[in-house]
């Protein structure tokens, strides 16, 4: 047993080690123990049955392993307990002692747990009584489409934590992960009914402090709503797995109040006008180029990478790509079937290559074509105006 | 179930045990011996354990800090994916068979397998499907194609369409899974309708057997909706139908439907045979008869029934109609009920009893408490309101390793530990034995516990990299989960050293066996029951 007793002082050493390491760590550490700070009715309601919940089980643990542990040290050979023979209950007695177990439980299923379970599942469902506007969110490979459409916003919001973060090259901010370019915002104190759907895979839009969670499903509508009480900045994030960056697709909720968030679709809504109007200008190359950089590095380098090399063998290459060096449009000015522009419009079925012209404007999708065109050592020379994109949509 | 059985007959048979023993790669690939097939299906699962378990330790090495570190998102997927595969397919499920194989004839009084070459069947067709599963990652290196399957295990489409070719491997390697289950299935209910000792009614047949025989008709009536759904799978991917594309008039919850149809009672078909086997361990150490064997049986047939109801609890977010919500979350409350039983009964038998707690002991008992955790966490998961925040999130990756590891894997530990002298012939070391107990339970509840934390805090699950408040308690899951996955190189280490010599265990082994297996000498002879006994 020699080896045992080496054995015995290595697993010693391991754990005072791992104590001297950890112990210190942990001190230091802010811990958290249970949900979130509620915000919502719903959220609020879900914290307080999941406190109860938890009450309850942790007494049926220790009453029920009580027992046992009880036994075991009751009832146990070494100190000379002889063993009984009964197989089952036997007298009205003993069965009430073993029925009653049953009944508590019955009781917990259905009356105790199941009636506020009830209230709180039609709550959550009701989606429409009194709704006071709606958002829809559209889920996609890997970032949030949002959509007011009773103001005509609509916008895509992608994770703005760089890159170098996630490579552990820079310091990682507070909200790492948790932070995007552009933030969905709504009103405090309305109801908020949100809508979910989704381009590609299904995805599960999150915000642990608002207690719901819905998946959004291609090809199909869900529901759920918010009413937030408290204004803020609130962080969630995709719970679905959805492919390769499904850790990256965070959710965040700005909620400000009405007169504020009135402002807010003013000036977006003075935005998207604007870069709408872009698109019935001439571009010259420079610009095109400029803004195409922007839209490459948010839409197409997660997957494409930064410089074009794509990721063998899913994601293609786009530096000396056939298809991005191909023809523009026919010599009539017309969409080629499975060139360049149509991948990047109506991208590609059963691919994650998207069909960008939903989620793009017109300038930007012929900004990043052009971009494409002419970067990696790609070098065609060409250039597409938006006036072109939207006459080929 | 007391039977009198010649010793010295058995005992001649157990000498000449030997001559039926040749060696070699054929006599392995050709036997149709149960207890060599047995000692297959353990050996398979004992590899694959370790395998899943290296997989499941690189990921959480990633998940030791934030940032990516050791591996890319792609990889990470498919590694999670796997894992999940492995363990359920090619460790836990060929382990339960393993315990059928070995133990079944053994307990009913039967000569082998009532179709021994199906078995023989059954077994080989493991490998070449654990290597379909895995071959992927080998692909991948040199260049040819996009890794294993990269979709976690559940294969939801449409992710599981857009997928590479990882995905196809899977779906094949499923449904060559799905038929050594059926033809273990077929062979299991086979062999207790028609190989009982004489005497054995149905309401005489060991709990074990019993558990097994409702996992049976489990795995016939869900393995082939797996396997149809996959194959719809397969013909999205490649022939060009939309079962699953709305595009095309399908529905991607359809394949969330069928997939948890067989999902659900998966689950109870790796529980049953434990549900099974614990009374006994527990009733032996215990030096008192099974409590309530009767509510036991008619427990584990309610749980059976039960198990095909409820698949919808897997989806709750997925926006199901309220009727839905509300019929899914009271059906599944309801199986709290028969489960209570199977607690009550394990209590009541060790209930002024004369316990002593030899390495099976601790298992058992170390089975009964952090298993408890999982049907009390799993029974607010059923809460549809509650759901929606524990959905998705570590909360049931946590609730899904405690009713899986420590309710699936502890138990297979337990019924190893009781059954392993009767199979080998000596005993193994009981101080190594309570090591690896020790630290097992330690080191799981290192590794699960914060995951609960995390998943209340709002981590999803699945995700390579995670937000700077996660931090504390993905370090502590990792140092648990390497401890743990260490600490089970001492069970592999025991097993060996007990199949290679060790104190001789008598046909008894233990002071409070009851039933056959313990009437047959340690090992039992190659045939088993040659004569089979009669039950009075």
């Known amino acids: 047993m020699k080896i045992l007793r080496r054995f015995r002082l290595w697993v010693g050493v391991f754990f005072t080690g791992l104590l001297a390491v950890v112990i210190p760590s942990l001190a230091r550490a802010d811990y958290s123990w249970n949900f979130p700070t509620p915000v919502t009715p719903i959220a609020r309601d879900t914290l307080e049955i999941h406190n109860h919940f938890m009450i309850v089980i942790t007494v049926l643990f220790v009453v029920v392993f009580g027992i046992m542990i009880y036994s075991m040290f009751k009832h146990r050979k070494s100190t000379g307990h002889q063993p009984a023979t009964f197989t089952g209950p036997t007298g009205t007695i003993q069965w009430v002692w073993a029925l009653v177990p049953f009944a508590i439980l019955l009781f917990i299923d259905y009356v105790l747990m199941g009636i506020p379970a009830y209230h709180a599942v039609i709550d959550m469902e009701d989606t429409r009584t009194k709704a006071d506007m709606v958002l829809k969110v559209t889920g996609m490979q890997w970032k949030w489409q949002y959509e007011y459409p009773d103001s005509g916003i609509k916008y895509l919001s992608t994770m703005s934590t760089p890159r170098d973060q996630i490579a552990n090259k820079e310091t990682k901010g507070e909200h790492y992960l948790l932070e995007v370019d552009n933030e969905v915002v709504l009103p405090v104190g309305k109801k908020v009914r949100v809508l979910l759907t989704s381009t590609d895979v299904i995805h599960t839009w999150w915000v642990p402090q608002f207690g719901v969670k819905r998946d959004a499903i291609p090809g199909f509508l869900r529901e759920t709503w918010v009413k937030i009480e408290q204004p803020g900045i609130y962080r969630g994030q995709c719970a679905e797995l959805c492919g390769k960056d499904h850790g ?146 | 179930m007391s039977t009198a059985p010649s010793i010295e007959h058995d005992t001649s048979h157990g000498q000449h045990a030997d001559e039926h023993y040749r060696g070699g790669i054929m006599y392995w690939l050709t036997t149709t011996n149960h207890k060599d097939i047995g000692t297959m299906y353990m050996t398979f699962a004992l590899i694959m354990f370790f395998i899943g378990g290296a997989m499941i330790l690189a990921v959480r090495a990633e998940l030791f800090q934030p940032g990516l570190q050791l591996m890319q998102p792609e990889f990470f997927n498919q590694l999670i994916g796997v894992h999940a595969l492995v363990m359920i397919f090619a460790a836990l499920m060929p382990a339960a068979t393993g315990f059928a194989n070995w133990q079944i004839p053994l307990m009913i009084g039967a000569p082998d397998m009532a179709l021994p070459r199906i078995n023989n069947w059954g077994f080989w067709l493991l490998p070449p499907a654990a290597i379909l599963l895995t071959l992927p990652f080998i692909l991948a290196l040199f260049g040819i194609g996009d890794g294993a399957v990269n979709t976690g295990w559940t294969l939801y489409a449409p992710l599981s369409v857009q997928g590479g070719m990882g995905v196809d491997f899977a779906i094949f390697s499923i449904h060559i899974l799905g038929i050594s289950s059926i033809l273990g299935s077929i062979n299991i209910i086979v062999t207790i309708f028609n190989l009982r000792a004489p005497g054995m009614t149905m309401m005489k047949l060991p709990l074990f057997a019993w558990g097994w025989l409702i996992t049976a008709f489990l795995l016939i009536a869900t393995i082939p909706v797996l396997a149809g759904a996959v194959t719809m799978l397969l013909t999205d991917r490649h022939f060009g139908t ?36 614990i009374p006994h361990v527990v009733s032996t150490f215990s030096r008192k008869p099974i409590y309530g064997y009767k509510a036991q049986v008619y427990s584990f047939i309610a749980i059976g029934l039960l198990s095909v109801v409820v698949w919808a609890h897997h989806f709750f977010t997925a926006g199901l109609p309220v009727a839905a919500l509300l019929y899914f979350m009271y059906s599944t409350m309801l199986i709290s009920l028969p489960l209570a039983v199977l607690f009550f009964c394990w209590i009541a038998t060790m209930w002024r009893g004369a316990m002593s707690f030899e390495t099976p002991m601790l298992f058992a008992q170390g089975f009964i408490v952090l298993f408890g955790l999982a049907g009390l966490t799993g029974l607010v998961l059923a809460d549809v309101a509650a759901d929606a925040q524990y959905h998705h999130s570590y909360f049931v990756v946590a609730h899904f390793h405690y009713a899986l590891f420590a309710g699936g894997i502890m138990g297979v530990m337990t019924g190893v530990y009781y059954w392993l002298p009767k199979w080998t012939g000596h005993m193994f070391s009981e101080t190594l034995g309570k090591w690896h107990f020790w630290l097992t339970v330690i080191s799981f509840n290192l590794t699960f516990m914060p995951q609960f934390f995390l998943g209340l805090a709002g981590m999803p699950r699945r995700i390579p990299d995670y937000a700077l408040q996660f931090v504390e308690f993905n370090a502590i899951s ?7 996955g260490f600490s089970q190189l001492i069970f592999a280490y025991n097993i060996w050293k007990c199949v290679k010599g060790g104190k001789k265990a008598t046909a008894k082994v233990w002071e409070g066996t009851d039933g056959l297996e313990w009437d047959l000498s340690s090992p039992p002879p190659h045939h088993s029951w040659e004569v089979q006994p009669v039950i009075k």
């Open chain 2, 478 to 484: 990792t140092v648990g989960a390497f401890i743990l």
């Open chain 1, 248 to 393: 990256f697709m965070p959710v965040v909720v700005r909620a400000v109040p009405e007169a504020e968030y009135l402002a807010w679709v003013d000036e977006k809504k003075t935005q998207l006008a604007a870069a709408a109007a872009g698109a019935d200008k001439s571009w010259s190359r420079d610009e095109l180029m400029a803004a195409g950089k922007d839209v490459y590095e948010k839409q197409c380098a997660v997957c494409h990478q930064p410089e074009g090399q794509g990721l063998a063998p899913v994601f293609p290459a786009l530096a000396g790509s056939k298809i991005v060096t191909g023809p523009l449009l026919s010599p009539e000015g017309k969409l080629l079937k499975d060139s360049h522009v149509d991948r990047v419009l109506n991208g590609k079925e059963g691919t994650a290559m998207q069909a960008f012209k939903t989620t793009l404007t017109d300038s930007e999708l012929a900004a990043v074509i052009t971009f494409e065109r002419n970067s990696f050592g790609n070098n065609k020379g060409d250039l597409i105006q938006p006036a072109q994109i939207k006459s080929l949509r």
């Open chain 2, 242 to 277: 939309s079962f699953f594309n709305a595009a095309g008039g399908g529905d991607p919850i359809l394949f969330q439907h069928l997939f948890w149809f067989f999902g659900h009672p998966e689950v109870y078909i790796l529980l049953l045979p434990i549900w099974g086997l």
